[in-house]
């Protein structure tokens, strides 16, 4: 995002722990150094928001394997301009 520009308009944590709760920890964000360990649900849904203007959100919800993470939704993450 800020390659692109628009990192003064991340303001939002990366994501959050998927259980229980809607949103709990491990809070996905610069600071928290909890370890993702394999089994570990969570989102990824980095945001840019323009204040008083509109914002935008993809959200994808992911769980921590032995290698990396595998997600648990596909959907395409391109944008269409109609």
């Known amino acids: 995002m ?9 303001i939002h944590r ?5 259980g229980l709760s ?11 150094d909890v370890v993702l360990r394999p089994g570990m649900a969570f989102s990824i849904e980095p945001g840019i928001y323009f204040a008083g203007e509109w914002g935008a959100r993809i959200e994808d919800i ?17 944008l269409t301009v109609v």
């Open 2 to 10: 800020t390659e692109a520009g628009f990192g003064d308009k991340f």
């Open 14 to 18: 990366t994501g959050h722990g998927i």
């Open 22 to 32: 809607v949103h709990e920890e491990p809070y996905i964000m610069v600071g928290n």
């Open 62 to 78: 992911v769980v921590v394997t032995e290698d990396g993470c595998e997600p648990m939704n596909n959907r395409p993450h391109g």
